[in-house]
């Protein structure tokens, strides 16, 4: 093991292995089109993760529990355009195929080019894209772009994604709406009506039996806004009547939990330093956390 280096995930050591988990940087930031400030989310997520405590009661051992982890250098930003910079991304988490990927980002345009990286190594057409968020991201385009970060749902289907499961959708145009409703690769748990005090908990368990019946590859997108904004105040986004915490902490056990899942890695996007107590960068450091132990976790069972 090498000496303890500032900067890495969880402060933990670097090693020199093939890790088992890699944490990559995207500051990517180019269609933003309300709250600024998700380029500097992957560097403040990373410093809040020190500050995380290494004990999940899914692990033996305090993490990285025997495994290696691996906090890669930044994605470099190099592009003249924004397809430049959505191929470079896609060069980027291309290098990392072998190990179990978590994505700090960075808008959630950067969603399509992951998924381009993806197809590397399976076909996009078995994949469930698994996406927590406040919006559908399924607009066609927005203010003239198709690549917006309101589009990267919709552009991943294009690229042949072959199924979305969205939960916590509360914000979402007209053209979303009857997208969702008309294509059957779309299935949507409108955050009302899994917080509704009548029938929300029949939803959510709805929400969690389909997940645990995923069989093949899943990916898992978490835009931090699918949250309430008492958890992500800074969010690009944010919209109020949003999942709780620990909605999505078992979100994330369940995926890594199904028993036909083949779990090939997640991102956490449109993270924005809050200045203010940091809440929003320590609560995707916590969520990614939690990814990492999850997965870990369906490691040891398997390997048992």
Same mark, same amino acid.
């Given at each position: 093991?090498?000496?303890?280096?500032?900067?890495?995930?969880?402060?933990?050591?670097? &090693?020199?292995?093939? %890790?088992?988990v890699?944490i990559?940087?995207?500051?990517?930031?180019?269609?933003?089109?309300?709250?600024?400030?998700?380029?500097? !989310?992957?560097?403040?997520?990373?410093? %809040?993760?020190? +500050? $995380?405590?290494?004990? *999940?009661?899914?692990?033996?051992? *305090?993490?990285?529990?025997?495994?290696?982890?691996?906090?890669?250098?930044?994605?470099?930003?190099? !592009?003249?355009?924004?397809?430049?910079?959505?191929?470079g991304?896609? =060069?980027?988490?291309?290098? #990392?195929?072998?190990?179990?990927?978590?994505?700090?980002?960075?808008?959630?345009g950067?969603?399509p /080019?992951?998924?381009?990286?993806?197809?590397? +190594?399976?076909?996009? &057409?078995?994949?469930?894209?698994?996406?927590?968020?406040? @919006? /559908?991201?399924?607009?066609?385009?927005?203010?003239?772009?198709? *690549? &917006?970060?309101?589009?990267?749902?919709?552009?991943?289907?294009?690229? !042949?994604?072959?199924?979305?499961?969205?939960?916590?959708?509360? /914000? #979402?145009?007209?053209?979303e709406?009857?997208?969702?409703?008309?294509?059957?690769?779309?299935? &949507?748990?409108?955050?009302?009506?899994?917080?509704?005090?009548?029938?929300?908990?029949?939803?959510?368990? =709805?929400?969690?039996?389909?997940l645990?019946?995923?069989?093949?590859?899943?990916?898992?997108?978490?835009?931090?806004?699918?949250?309430?904004?008492?958890?992500v105040?800074?969010?690009?986004?944010?919209?109020?009547?949003?999942?709780?915490?620990?909605?999505?902490?078992?979100t994330?056990?369940?995926?890594?939990?199904?028993?036909? %899942?083949?779990?090939?890695?997640?991102?956490? =996007?449109?993270i $924005?330093?809050?200045?203010?107590? @940091?809440?929003?960068? #320590?609560?995707?450091?916590?969520?990614?956390?939690?990814?990492?132990?999850? @997965?870990?976790?369906?490691?040891?069972?398997?390997?048992?």
């Open positions: 093991m090498t000496e303890f280096a500032q900067g890495t995930f969880l402060g933990l050591p670097e &090693s020199e292995d093939v %890790a088992d890699a990559l940087s995207v500051p990517y930031e180019l269609t933003t089109s309300y709250g600024q400030g998700t380029c500097a !989310g992957p560097e403040a997520a990373l410093r %809040a993760s020190a +500050q $995380v405590e290494l004990y *999940d009661p899914l692990l033996p051992e *305090d993490l990285p529990c025997g495994f290696t982890l691996h906090t890669a250098q930044p994605w470099d930003g190099v !592009g003249g355009n924004l397809q430049e910079q959505l191929e991304i896609t =060069n980027y988490v291309s290098q #990392f195929q072998s190990s179990f990927p978590i994505i700090l980002g960075g808008e959630h950067m969603l /080019a992951i998924m381009k990286a993806v197809s590397q +190594q399976v076909d996009l &057409s078995e994949i469930t894209l698994v996406q927590i968020d406040a @919006h /559908a991201d399924l607009r066609d385009e927005l203010d003239g772009e198709p *690549d &917006s970060h309101a589009c990267a749902a919709r552009r991943s289907l294009d690229l !042949g994604v072959g199924k979305i499961l969205q939960i916590g959708i509360r /914000a #979402f145009a007209r053209e709406a009857t997208f969702a409703a008309e294509d059957a690769r779309v299935e &949507s748990w409108l955050a009302r009506d899994v917080l509704n005090p009548c029938g929300g908990e029949a939803m959510w368990l =709805n929400w969690l039996n389909t645990s019946e995923i069989e093949g590859p899943v990916w898992l997108t978490l835009d931090i806004d699918g949250l309430d904004v008492a958890y105040p800074t969010t690009g986004t944010p919209v109020p009547g949003g999942l709780a915490y620990w909605q999505v902490v078992e994330i056990e369940t995926i890594a939990s199904a028993p036909g %899942a083949n779990w090939l890695g997640a991102d956490v =996007n449109e $924005v330093p809050d200045s203010n107590n @940091h809440v929003t960068e #320590f609560t995707a450091a916590m969520l990614a956390t939690k990814i990492v132990a999850a @997965h870990l976790a369906r490691r040891l069972e398997d390997e048992a």
